[in-house]
């Protein structure tokens, strides 16, 4: 929580589309087949350890762990991208459902670089002061 009583990690862009992206995975995972558990459990798996790694490192109270779990939220929104994109090859969701999910996924893995170049920008200029 932040220092008024409420969680600031829902404020920032890159929290609510990554948010956004676990939506539309939520409906993804509806197409396929309940014989795919292994699939199902794994791309709900990757899609939950993006925001999850995101929070965590937020609330870290550490620039460089907030920066490490960025990283993981990277690896999985790119563990999640090549998950989907085998359903679909398998035809389990359609062109338009992919297209959805992939220009969110790009907009996520776009944003999640841009905090981890903020923040490493903020840590050489905090390294460059002392």
């Not at 090549?82 to 459902?97: A, L």
């Amino acid at each position: 929580m932040d220092k008024k009583g409420g969680f600031g990690h829902t404020k920032m862009i890159v929290w609510q589309e990554i948010d956004k992206l676990d939506t539309i995975v939520q409906d993804i995972l509806k197409y396929i087949p309940r014989g795919e558990y292994k699939t199902r459990s794994q791309i709900d798996t990757a899609s939950d350890s993006i925001g999850s790694n995101f929070v965590e490192g937020y609330y870290s109270g550490s620039l460089g762990e907030y920066i490490r779990f960025l990283r993981y939220s990277k690896r999985s929104n790119g563990e999640l991208h090549e998950r989907v994109r085998r359903i679909f090859r398998k035809k389990y969701i359609d062109q338009k459902i992919f297209d959805k999910f992939e220009d969110n996924c790009i907009r996520v893995m776009y944003l999640i670089d841009r905090t981890i170049q903020s923040l490493e920008n903020k840590r050489n200029q905090e390294k460059n002061k002392k």
